[in-house]
Nanobody, 115 residues
Framework: QVQLVESGGGLVHPGGSLRLSCAAS????????MGWYRQAPAKERELVAH???????NYADSVKGRFTISRDNAKNTVYLQMNSLKPEDTAVYYC?????????WGKGTLVTVSS
């Protein structure tokens, strides 16, 4: 059974930074695209960023220039460095990964940006 476990969420002031991590564990043969999504209260889940196995990246317009996605294939882990955080970044952040050609989701980690 494959599991994705996120960490690194919390409360931060506007303009601050956080780094999210998501580690995949279990019987893993292959990991393809890994990504981060977020869901704010009363809103639909949206893509934040994703990264391919070849390190090609894609970002939502709202986070370009502020967030950076990266991965460590040896650790089966994807990261999201979030800088210059804004109150509108407040959401539950979910990790998603294509593992063994199936899509898996983490349970989410809450990021709150507030003064």
């Amino acid at each position: 059974q494959v599991q994705l476990v996120e960490s690194g969420g919390g409360l931060v002031h506007p303009g601050g930074s956080l780094r999210l991590s998501c580690a995949a564990s279990g019987s893993i043969f292959s990991i393809g695209v890994m990504g981060w999504y977020r869901q704010a209260p009363a809103k639909e889940r949206e893509l934040v960023a994703h990264i391919t196995s070849g390190d090609n990246t894609n970002y939502a317009d709202s986070v370009k220039g502020r967030f950076t996605i990266s991965r460590d294939n040896a650790k089966n882990t994807v990261y999201l460095q979030m800088n210059s955080l804004k109150p509108e970044d407040t959401a539950v952040y979910y990790c998603n990964a294509e593992v063994n050609w199936s899509s898996y989701w983490g349970k989410g980690t809450l990021v709150t940006v507030s003064s």
